[in-house]
């Protein structure tokens, strides 16, 4: 057995498309953002998932913040920015992901949704998150919406 992880085939090597929400209540002082935890770290991250084949990007993220989240809101249609990283595959393998993020502003938080027993869910200050979370560009996302 090698050592370290195992590299994916060549053709599973090419950068696989994500979607994220980057789910915010309020505006000014009194925004919050909400992050979840992944199902395997649990550490912190926005919704996020796999585009659906026929699926617009945005309408993935809205999804995925129902799915992971329990949120409802609106999705904005053009992505505010994006972020890069290393997907954990089954036996070690890992895979690179471009993940496309699209604000969303939430409107609700609902007490029952997909995945309520699997992941935590919390609000944030902006900073705080930015501080939470793993990959530099989504923080840097995170900080941007305090300088908005």
């Not at 699997?118 to 705080?128: A, K, S």
């Amino acid at each position: 057995m090698p050592d370290g992880p195992l590299i994916a085939s060549p053709a599973a090597t090419a950068v696989r498309r994500q979607a994220a929400a980057l789910p915010v209540f309020g505006s000014g002082p009194a925004t919050r953002v909400v992050l979840v935890t992944s199902r395997e770290t649990r550490r912190w991250v926005i919704p996020k998932g796999w585009i659906e084949p026929q699926e617009a990007a945005h309408r993935s993220a809205a999804r995925e913040a129902f799915e992971e989240a329990g949120l409802v809101g609106e999705v904005e249609r053009t992505p505010i920015g994006s972020y890069h990283y290393a997907k954990r595959l089954p036996r070690g393998a890992v895979l690179g992901c471009e993940v496309a993020v699209f604000r969303f502003r939430v409107s609700r938080l609902l007490r029952d949704w997909p995945e309520r027993r699997e992941r935590d869910r919390q609000l944030f200050t902006p900073d705080v998150a930015a501080g939470l979370v793993k990959e530099p560009a989504l923080a840097a996302l995170l900080r941007g919406l305090s300088a908005g």
